[in-house]
């Protein structure tokens, strides 16, 4: 424990009955961040910007790490939530190429 709070911070992992807890801020964690960017690169498409959209939810799907949340151990209806998420935030990032001309990008060969 010493060495994971040398290298997190002392103030990362406190104490609590039964053992410890890693304290992070949402941005801190991929599947918060990957998730804050997909809900505005959404919003932007909705607010007929598809190429801050476009932008955005690259930076969301380059944090995609399929298959999500595998390593817990009772992870299905959270699992579920973030995969029906991650196709969310594709279908909106190929809406902004067709709406920004890039069809090509949408449509693999």
């Not at 010493?2 to 103030?11: K, N, P, S, V």
């Not at 999500?68 to 594709?90: K, N, V």
Request: hydrophobic fraction near 45%.
């Amino acid at each position: 424990m010493g060495r994971l709070r040398r290298t997190l911070g002392a103030d990362r992992i406190t104490s609590v009955d039964g053992g410890y807890r890693l304290t992070a801020a949402p941005d801190d964690i991929d599947l918060h961040r990957f998730e804050r960017l997909a809900g505005e690169g959404l919003r932007a498409l909705a607010d007929g910007d598809p190429a801050k959209a476009a932008a955005v939810l690259d930076d969301a799907l380059a944090l995609w790490r399929a298959p999500g949340l595998a390593g817990l151990p009772d992870r299905t209806a959270e699992a579920a939530r973030a995969e029906a998420r991650h196709l969310d935030a594709l279908r909106g990032r190929h809406t902004a190429a067709l709406a920004l001309g890039g069809a090509e990008q949408s449509c693999p060969n």
